[in-house]
């Protein structure tokens, strides 16, 4: 049976060690029964994967979307102890940074015309940009954790 060690090297990111060859662990993803999770190969040493479903991107198991909603990166590499390093981690979430440009934007427009922005506007806008990262970073980490109980298995 492999053995899998954690390291939690970020809020981004997690190693995993797994005992075995690299063979052995591209034959087991390859495999994915039982998954809950999808997998697409970027390259002979680095993938993808992806939730089934994703609340706040409109993924929704069986109905794909323009976007691939929650996912993660994994990098496969050979460590000097006979191990195998696969290194998952995620990338930039680009929607709240569109998001906090348009509230930026709108903020921006109306001082500049001076008009009336309600207070509980400014308020309630951090929250929820605060609000929906937390949500996505919630999912983020509930699919790591698919992935490491996968490989565990």
């Not at 060690?17 to 390859?30: H, R, S």
Request: glycine share 6%.
């Amino acid at each position: 049976m492999n053995k899998l060690s954690t390291t939690h090297c970020s809020t981004f990111g997690v190693t995993i060690q797994f005992e075995g060859t690299v063979e052995e662990l591209k034959a087991k993803l390859n495999e994915r029964k039982g998954s809950k999770f999808k997998l697409e190969w970027i390259s002979d040493q680095e993938f993808k994967f992806l939730a089934f479903t994703s609340i706040g991107t409109l993924i929704v198991q069986g109905m794909p979307g323009a976007i691939d909603g929650i996912k993660g990166y994994g990098k496969i590499k050979k460590s000097e102890d006979d191990f195998v390093i696969i290194d998952l981690s995620t990338k930039l979430r680009v929607e709240i940074y569109f998001f906090v440009f348009i509230f930026s934007m709108f903020f921006l427009t109306t001082a500049i015309m001076k008009a009336y922005i309600p207070i509980w506007l400014l308020v309630f806008t951090p929250i929820i940009l605060v609000g929906y990262w937390f949500m996505l970073r919630k999912q983020e980490i509930a699919l790591f954790e698919k992935v490491k109980n996968y490989l565990k298995d």
